[in-house]
C-alpha cells in the first residue's frame, strides 16, 4: 500500500482516446462574393459541399487512481465524447447541423478543436482535459491546449 | 538480352496506384418516404449531407516491359486518374456534381468502384485494368474486377 | 429504370466490413511435452498466455442493389459480425471462452478464419461470403476463401 | 568546424524510438467482490484474462553529436528498450510475469507508461528521456514525461 | 480427433508475413541518353541515387497442420525471408548490390515481386507459395501471383 | 461579431501539414576509417548507399483570422513546404543534393529536422512555427521546436 502510493502518487500521465465521425462541410464567407471564395477557400468553398472523415483525440491529465489504475476510465471518457461531440457530428453538415457550432464561423479544423475543448473541458472533472486533436485528412490536422 | 527475356517474357505482374478524394454524398431513393428513407439508409440518408475521406487502388496487369520495367509508368497511371477521375470526385457532392455518375443512383461504394472502372476501362492500352478498390472509411470497402 | 438495371444488372461487386477484438491466447499441444511445446511455438506457448488486437475483415460479394445500391447493407453485415464473432471473441480467451473454438484446436490465425467462415456463411444470404481475412499482428495476416 | 558547431550548438532535438509487444493481462482488485470488478472494469475484468499488440514509443532529447548527428544511437536505444522492456513484456502476462509491475498495481497503460520510465530513465545518459508513450489499441494510448 | 480432421480436412488457408528493408536505387538505361531516361524516368532517373523504405508481404497457402494449426510457421517463414531477400536488400542499393537482381533489368516493384518470387518459390515446401507483395510508397506497390 | 472574437480571440491553436518525399542518403564520416563509420554507422555506411521514404510534418501556431477560420492556409503551407524543402529533397541524395544540407554533416534525421526549421522559420509570417517532425521509418522519428 505503501508502495502504490510511492508509484502514483503526484505522477501525472496522459490518457488519450480516439473517436471518429463522418462529416460534410464548406467554407464560405456569406458576405463575400463567390468570386472571393473562391480565390481564399479554393475547392474547400464547393456550393455543394464536400466531406471528411474526420479523427479526433481527446486527451486528459491527471494521476492514476491507486486502485484502479486510470487516470479516467477510458469507456467513460469515450461515452462522453460520443454524447457530447460525435453524436452531433457524424453523419452531419458542419455548417449546418450542429448546434454549438455558430453559423458565421468557418468549420475549419483549428475553429472546432476550440469548439470541441468549450463543448468537454466543462465537462471533465477528477482529472484535466490536456488537448484536443482533430485529423480532418492524413495530411491536415489541427490541434488545441486550451491556450486563451 | 537472353535474360531479360526469361525474366519476364510472359510473366504478369499486378501494379497498384493508391489516389485520394474528399467528397460529400447522400444515400436516398426519391420515390421513398422520408420514414423509409431513415429507416433504410440510417444517417446516410441525412438531407444535409455528410461526406468522407475515400481511397481509391487502380491495379492493372501486365507483363514489365524489358527496357523500362514497368506494367505501366505509374505516374501516367495517376495522372490519368486524377484527369477522369479523381479531378472530378474530389471536393465534390457524388449526388449532385459529377458527370458519370448518374443521378437516379446511390452513390455507394459498390456503384463508385462500378462507376470507376466503367470510366478507366476504355482508356488502359498495353496493359489491362484489373480492379477497383474503394475505401470510404477505413472499416468499409468495395472492390470491382470487372466481372459481368 | 433502363439504366439502371445496365449499370447493375449481372455485375459483381465485393464489400469488406473491418471489425476488431482484443483477445488472449496460447499455443499448445497438451499430449506434447512442455520442452516440446516450447521448441515448436516458442514464446506462443507461455503458459501464462499473451494476446493480440485482431482485425477481422469479412467479404461478401454479389450484385449492387438497383435501388439502394448495396450489395449488403454495411451496417446489417457489422452487427452480424459483432453478434456472431466479436461479441464472442472480445475481451475473451480464445483456448478457454469461445463456444465455437474446438478446446483441441489451436487457436492460430489459420484456424480462426477457418472457424469464423463457417459460422457466418450459413447466415449470409441474398449476396455470397467471399473470404475471411484476420490480422494477428502487423506483420501477420491469415485468409480463408471456403476452398476445401 | 565552425560550421556545424554553430548548426548543433546548443539545439534540442528529439529522437523517438518504436517498439511493439504482445502480451496479456487483465484488470482486477483482489479486494473487490466479483461483481464490484464488473461493473468497474466491464470486460476488462475477464478473469480468462484478454490481450493487446502494445505499441511503445520512447522519446529522448538532447543536442546531436557534431561527429555523428545523433541525439542518441538508434539502434542502441532499441537495443536498451528491447533488454529491459519489450524482451519482459513481450508474449507475458503483463499481471503475471513481469518483474518490475508490481503484483497489486493495475497494468493500465497509465500505470505501464510510468513504471516504463522508471525502468529507462536511470539507464539513459549523455542525453535525457523526454517521454514514454504506449498505444493498447488504435483507440487508447497513455503517456508519461516524468512529471512528480 | 475426428473432429480436428473434419475441421482442417482439405481446407486451404492463406498465411501472409510482412517484412520491411530500406533501399537505394536508380531508373535508369545505360543506352539511352540522359535526356531521354529523364525523360521516361523522371526523378527516378536522378544519378545520384534515391530511396524508399519498402514493405513486402509475401502469402503462403496449404492446409493448416492439425496438430499445430500452422500452414506455415510465421516465424519460419519469416526467418526465411530475412535469410534470403531482406539481408541482402536491407540498406543495400538495389542497382548495384544484390545478388539475384540482374545488373541490367530496371529494379521497379514490378521487377522487383518476380525476382523475389524466383527465389523464394524453390525454397518452399509442405505449402505453396501464393503471393508476392512490394509496396515501394503508400501509393504503388506490385504483386506477383507466379503467372507465367 | 462580437460572438466571434469571444470564439476566436487570444486563442492558440496549432495546424499541421504532412508532406512526404523519398530520398537516398548514407552515415559517413569522412575522416575516419571504413572500419570505424561500420562499427559506428552498421549497415547505414553502406557506400553505396540507402533510402527512405520520409513523412515530414511541419506545425504552426496562431490565432485562427476571425473570417477564414484558418491559423495559416494549409494549402499555402504545402506550397512553401514543397518549394522550399521537398522539391529539394524528393528522389534526392541528402548527402549531394541538397543546398541547404552541409556537406560535413551527417543528414540524420536529428539533424535533418534543424535544418528544415532553419529554411522554413523566416518564411512563416503571421503566424509562428512551432515544431517539425521528420519520419524516417515507421520505428524512428526526430522533432525540433526551436529550442537553441
Redo the contacts between chains.
Keep these: 500500500m505503501g ?2 502510493k510511492k ?2 502518487y ?11 465521425f ?4 464548406k ?1 464560405w ?1 456569406k458576405d463575400w462574393t463567390d468570386e472571393k471564395n473562391k480565390e ?5 468553398a ?1 456550393k ?6 474526420y479523427t479526433l483525440f481527446v486527451t486528459v491529465k491527471g494521476q ?1 487512481h491507486p ?5 479516467m ?3 467513460k471518457l ?1 461515452q462522453l465524447i460520443q454524447k457530447e461531440i460525435t453524436s452531433k457530428l ?4 458542419l455548417n ?2 450542429v448546434d454549438f457550432i ?1 453559423k ?8 472546432l ?3 470541441i475543448w468549450k463543448q468537454l473541458e466543462p465537462l471533465i472533472s477528477d482529472c484535466q482535459l490536456h488537448s484536443i486533436k482533430l485529423h480532418e ?9 486550451g ?2
Tied chains: 1, 2, 3, 4, 5, 6.
Design positions: 508502495y502504490l508509484v502514483n503526484n505522477m501525472t500521465a496522459y490518457l488519450t482516446r480516439r473517436e471518429q463522418n462529416a460534410a462541410h467554407l464567407v481564399v477557400f479554393g475547392k474547400c464547393n455543394n459541399w464536400h466531406g471528411h472523415n492514476p486502485q484502479t489504475g486510470f487516470v476510465d477510458a469507456k469515450s457524424d453523419h452531419a453538415n449546418l447541423d455558430p458565421d464561423l468557418q468549420p475549419t479544423t483549428e475553429n478543436v476550440i469548439l485528412t492524413d495530411n491536415i490536422y489541427a490541434e488545441f491546449f491556450e486563451f
